[in-house]
């Protein structure tokens, strides 16, 4: 603190927490570290032999439905990398971002532009109500919301990612949705969906392959599906390491 002129704790009581210009400081220093091991990697060849730890934090929606098959292709590969997931929204996930609590965050919501963060993937996807083929609705064409409103309706949680755009797109068609359940995880909306004449909206990745074998249709609707991204995010002041870019080539998304 003496050297650089700045307070870097703040020391109340017993009580020690980093200022703003101490997490910099920590992020700096993180980052010096990080681009010293892949300095040492390069030099003495070993970008075969990779290693390393990543923090990833993600939504819940791509974590149960699209990260397992990159994690098994991966390990596969890169065997001596370690991957460290967490879940959240996405003004958590940013909220670690920013004190450096992960190394990457990989959004699902509209699409997000800010001059601290770096984009390093992103691509659309389509967020839709589906039904089981077997659902009275199936094979209707222009289905209202009040159509929709008859049966039990399964929805994520209130003000995250699509559902808020969702709840944003019903309220400028001056209609409204009660869900029947308001549920965290997409899987067990699409469970709930085989199984019963109940609507679930939710991104069309997660029903991909009951969509192809024909056991759950999207609903016919002027108004959807709706757009949002998902898109792989770090923080502009990151240092990526070998381990790190590894992971950003092998999602494709």
């Not at 934090?57 to 990260?67: L, P």
């Not at 209202?144 to 995250?160: A, F, G, V, W």
């Not at 074998?213 to 991204?229: A, C, D, E, G, R």
């Amino acid at each position: 603190e003496k050297e650089l002129g700045h307070l870097l704790f703040d020391r109340i009581g017993r009580k020690i927490a980093l200022t703003a210009n101490g997490v910099i400081f920590l992020q700096y220093t993180q980052n010096i570290q990080l681009l010293t091991e892949e300095l040492n990697t390069q030099l003495n060849g070993c970008t075969d032999d990779i290693s390393g730890t990543i923090r990833i934090a993600m939504a819940d929606s791509i974590c149960t439905s699209i990260f397992p098959k990159i994690l098994t292709g991966f390990q596969k590969q890169y065997s001596n990398i370690k991957i460290i997931v967490k879940t959240g929204v996405t003004s958590d996930m940013f909220t670690l971002l920013n004190h450096n609590e992960v190394d990457m965050v990989c959004t699902l919501d509209l699409k997000i532009q800010r001059p601290d963060i770096v984009i390093l993937k992103e691509s659309p996807v389509n967020a839709n109500f589906y039904i089981s083929s077997k659902h009275p609705l199936a094979g209707k064409s222009d289905v209202t919301i009040s159509d929709m409103k008859q049966y039990p309706i399964y929805l994520t949680e209130e003000n995250i990612s699509y559902r808020k755009y969702l709840d944003h797109i019903t309220a400028e068609l001056d209609e409204f949705i009660i869900p029947t359940y308001e549920i965290g995880n997409v899987q067990v909306i699409k469970a709930l969906i085989l199984s019963s004449f109940g609507i679930g909206f939710i991104p069309e990745f997660v029903v991909t392959k009951e969509l192809n074998q024909k056991l759950i249709l999207p609903i016919s609707n002027p108004n959807f599906p709706v757009t949002v991204w998902e898109q792989l995010i770090c923080h502009k002041g990151k240092a990526l390491t070998p381990a790190m870019n590894a992971l950003i080539n092998f999602i494709d998304i």
